[in-house]
């Protein structure tokens, strides 16, 4: 029997739940921090109301970088799945992971050039053919350099000395204002080529510089989720594991709230001015590292944990659809974004509030649930994962439901 993709009835309703709640984490930080281009000027938007404020903190401190934590700890567990499922058919799942990736980088290279500059789905594609060098490793090793690979390079590039010899070595623009202006020319402007030229440039800066701490980032977070496959934490809903997970959300939710805090104090009035020392420094990026693992896995469990109850249940099930189509939902989303905030759209970029760019992420992810529910009323599958798997196995899988 060869590989194929997974039928919808055998899909585990628990994951298509946790990317639903990813993808909106995802699109909401996105449009917070990088499609309203407060990345590039964070002076545009003056003397924010406190609602403003209050969002900021919300999306800041709940929903940045959770999200995407999640997304990589479903793509590793997606890893794990597809090996479990070639081993009990007794076949090798390699050739058709490596097929996979490749046309995920393929997708994601367009995104970069026709959509937007901060796609991450080619970093996962080059960094999850690491993964098969973990394959078969026992499930303490996994935990082992997940953890390493997280903190140790994080850790290592914070050192001052160190950080300005990677930032030297590797490419990076000669003045990165003027860098930075051209690309928000582009952005409010109408002309495509230009703005395609901007996105390219502008995301090969950005990754060069964060390189050498962010792709073993990415394969630690992927290990941990490689991990939990391995563990079969989610089948049957988890309800296996509740136990464990309960006990996830009482020391994800204490590590979280910790850092949390320490990242309001730090950017309070009081601390402005101050100077940590090197030890201090590097101290709070590890507990911001593990607050981020730690709410990330808080929240998965609080989902799992509700969805052991019937009327949160069916309220959960209501993101399902988004997340049986994650790359029709993640790339819709750029087109949506930047209909609102370039300049071959409505132009927000630069003059939209926190506050009003939560409320447009929230407006265009409850459509998207919308359209995912009635695409999939007749389909099988989104139409990028269509293509994704068509791409991944040589030939069509069928469409209809």
Not at 4 to 19: Q, Y
Not at 99 to 106: G, K
Not at 199 to 220: D, E, K, N, Q, S
Request: one cysteine or more; a positive charge; hydrophobic letters at 55%.
């Amino acid at each position: 029997m060869s590989l194929a993709p997974v039928a919808p009835p055998e899909r585990v309703a628990a994951l298509d739940v946790l990317r639903g709640l990813a993808l909106f984490g995802v699109l909401a930080a996105n449009v917070h921090q990088l499609f309203s281009t407060h990345w590039i000027r964070p002076d545009l938007v003056m003397d924010p109301t406190p609602l403003d404020a209050a969002a900021a903190y919300f999306v800041e401190l709940v929903i940045a970088g959770k999200a995407m934590t999640m997304l990589t700890f479903l793509f590793g567990l997606g890893f794990a799945s597809q090996l479990l499922r070639a081993d009990e058919r007794g076949e090798d799942a390699r050739p058709l992971f490596v097929r996979r990736l490749a046309a995920l980088f393929l997708f994601g290279a367009c995104h970069v050039t026709l959509l937007w500059w901060g796609d991450v789905t080619w970093t996962y594609a080059v960094s999850g053919f690491a993964l098969l060098a973990f394959r078969r490793r026992a499930p303490r090793t996994l935990l082992l350099w997940a953890f390493a690979l997280i903190l140790v390079p994080r850790l290592i590039v914070a050192i001052p000395e160190i950080q300005q010899a990677v930032y030297q070595a590797l490419p990076h623009p000669a003045d990165p204002r003027a860098f930075r202006a051209e690309v928000n020319a582009a952005i409010h402007g109408t002309d495509h080529v230009t703005l395609a030229w901007a996105h390219l440039r502008h995301a090969f800066y950005f990754v060069t510089m964060i390189a050498a701490w962010y792709f073993p980032w990415l394969v630690g977070r992927f290990l941990l989720g490689y991990y939990a496959g391995q563990r079969r934490l989610f089948e049957a809903d988890g309800a296996a594991h509740l136990p464990l997970f309960r006990r996830l959300v009482a020391w994800g939710l204490a590590i979280g709230v910790a850092g949390a805090a320490t990242r309001v104090a730090l950017d309070s009035s009081l601390m402005a001015s101050y100077q940590l020392l090197l030890p201090a420094r590097l101290g709070v990026i590890l507990l911001l590292e593990l607050s981020t693992l730690g709410l990330t896995a808080a929240y998965a469990s609080i989902a799992i944990l509700l969805l052991g109850r019937p009327r949160w249940r069916r309220a959960l099930l209501v993101l399902a659809p988004v997340g049986r189509m994650p790359l029709t939902t993640y790339l819709s989303q750029s087109v949506a974004a930047t209909f609102v905030f370039y300049g071959w759209g409505l132009d927000r970029a630069g003059r939209t509030a926190a506050a009003g760019c939560l409320a447009i992420s929230v407006v265009i992810f409850s459509l998207q649930i919308a359209a995912a529910h009635l695409w999939l009323r007749r389909f099988r599958y989104g139409p990028a994962e269509w293509l994704w798997r068509t791409l991944a196995y040589g030939r069509r899988p069928p469409m209809r439901a």
